[in-house]
């Protein structure tokens, strides 16, 4: 190769440059390109877009890692806190009663047939009589029992001594338990 040639080259590869250049400053100038103020209004919109997303997936991250929390909780919950005998009901009601100075009177069961995986709730219907606060505290003892007991409804009548509830309340017994 001649220096003619080497000379001839570089001019060709001048012109393909100058070339390019003319056009991306064609572009650059051109109203398809964007302007600074554009662009970063781009690109916040994009970055609001991507904590929106990412919001919004975040709950399910580790899902397989937090199904296994639950499963356990669950599993806890009903040893602990389910009764397996009726007689840990009667025990919880008792405790409760002499606790917090009331009398426990007129105690029925009513199981309840619909079972639902090894679950039966149980009806607790019961008087129990004393001075109002500490009716309330019973009432408070039982929601607050290892036992899981749900008041649901809570009848105000009067005696000589103090005052008198009917409360109505429920638990689940585990039937598969022995």
């Known amino acids: 190769m001649t220096i003619h040639d080497t000379r001839r080259a570089v001019m060709i590869g001048l012109v393909i440059l100058v070339v390019i250049d003319l056009v991306a400053l064609g572009v ?25 997303r990412q919001s919004e997936i975040g709950p399910s991250r580790d899902m397989d890692k937090k199904i296994a929390s639950a499963t356990g909780d669950i599993a806890s919950f ?3 806190r389910l009764p397996g005998q009726y ?53 408070n003892a039982l929601e607050r029992d290892k036992v899981f007991f749900v008041i649901n409804s809570v009848s105000l009548g009067g005696t000589l001594n103090g005052v008198q509830l009917q409360v109505k309340a429920e638990t689940y017994f585990r039937t598969g338990a022995v």
Do not use: C, W
């Open 78 to 80: 009903y040893q602990h």
């Open 87 to 139: 007689s840990e009901i009667d025990t919880a009601l008792d405790k409760a009663a002499k606790g917090n100075g009331v009398i426990l009177q007129d105690v029925k069961f009513h199981p309840d047939k619909r079972e639902v995986e090894d679950l039966e709730r149980v009806d607790v219907d019961m008087t129990i009589s004393g001075p109002y606060v500490n009716d309330v505290k019973f009432i």
């Open 28 to 52: 650059l100038l051109s109203p398809l390109a964007k302007s600074r103020q554009q662009k970063e209004a781009e690109l916040r919109d994009l970055q609001q877009q991507f904590k929106q």
